[in-house]
């Protein structure tokens, strides 16, 4: 079984300690357990793409706002790493999820989640993102081929820019993305670009939305960063809900994702991407499918 598969496996078995937080929304007084899944309570689960203390504040007022257009409590889960939302959700513990793209798919084939939403612009257009590969100059790697035999850090074996693409790249690059290089799982988009800016490892992904979160942090140059490669637009993560819940339900939480106006959320650090969501449906991710199959990820099967 290649590393990364094994890793996969290694993270499902930590599904009993799942949730590195919880932030509930506000109860509405008109809930009703007829209406609201789960006795009145919507479980939540947003993948760990930036630290946990910085999203926890901003997603608890996303819940809120989804609380009142529902009449129903939405407790909002930042989960320990991506695998474990899909097991999650596979568990019935959740009702609905934020997942990455490749999360997705594996929450899709073996979770039956759902796409209802994703991120958008003002004007209503779905917003896409890039994975990159880089290094820091002082590493004396000029290409992508060079990447070979180096330390590299991955973000988390189910995430798509994080793992997937770079995977891709450094395969046609003719580097074995498990034993070509040097692999580190740092558990998060955040801890890899920590993992690179703190010369940790000599290379990694950087995906586009963690450069936008550490630029509004100060917290990036771009003079500090080779970037070896670059990927085609990556369709941003959808949110999801559990297949097999009543279909009104999710209509009306899809009616109640799209009403909200994320530009609203007070966010100084950039966690929450646009300042939208317009509905969003399976075929987008189709292409993340045959990526994960081309490298010989099953997609049925995770734990």
């Given amino acids: ?3 990364a598969l094994r890793r996969l496996a290694v993270l499902a078995a930590g599904v009993s300690v799942l949730f590195a937080t919880a932030c509930g929304g506000a109860a509405s007084t008109a809930s009703s357990t007829s209406s609201c899944p789960n006795g009145g309570t919507i479980r939540f689960g947003v993948e760990p ?3 946990a203390a910085q999203m926890q504040p901003v997603y608890s007022q996303l819940a809120t706002l989804l609380s009142a257009r529902l009449g129903c409590t939405v407790q909002v889960n930042i989960t320990n790493n991506y695998t474990a939302e899909v097991e999650a959700m596979r568990a019935g513990k959740l009702e609905a999820g934020e997942f990455g793209p490749l999360g997705y798919v594996f929450a899709h084939k073996v979770a039956k989640a759902e796409p209802v939403a994703t991120f958008a612009d003002k004007t209503g257009t779905a917003l896409t993102y ?3 590969v880089v290094t820091t100059p002082n590493t004396g790697i000029k290409s ?8 590299f850090a991955y973000s988390d074996p189910a995430s798509t820019s994080g793992h997937l693409f770079p995977a891709y ?4 690059a003719g580097i074995d993305p498990d034993t070509g290089i040097k692999p580190e799982y740092a558990g998060s988009h955040t801890a890899s670009f920590l993992a690179i800016k703190n010369h940790r490892v000599d290379a990694g992904e950087m995906n586009s939305d963690t450069i936008t979160s550490a630029t509004a942090q100060g917290q990036y140059q771009a ?6 490669w670059k990927s ?3 369709p941003q993560d959808p949110v999801t809900v559990r297949g097999d819940l009543p279909s009104s339900f ?6 109640a994702l799209l009403a909200v106006d994320l530009s609203t959320i007070p966010d100084p650090k950039g966690v929450l991407i646009g300042s939208r969501m317009v509905a969003q449906t399976n075929a987008p991710y189709q292409q993340i499918a045959d990526l994960a199959n081309l490298l010989g990820i099953d997609v049925n099967h995770i734990g």
């Fill in 223 to 228: 003079s500090d960063y080779v970037t070896l």
């Fill in 144 to 151: 992508l081929r060079d990447v070979a035999g180096h330390t």
């Fill in 1 to 3: 079984m290649p590393v």
């Fill in 250 to 255: 999710r209509t009306r939480f899809k009616d």
């Fill in 130 to 132: 890039f994975a990159t």
């Fill in 169 to 172: 790249a450094l395969k046609k």
């Fill in 49 to 51: 793409f930036d630290d």
């Fill in 232 to 234: 085609d637009p990556i």
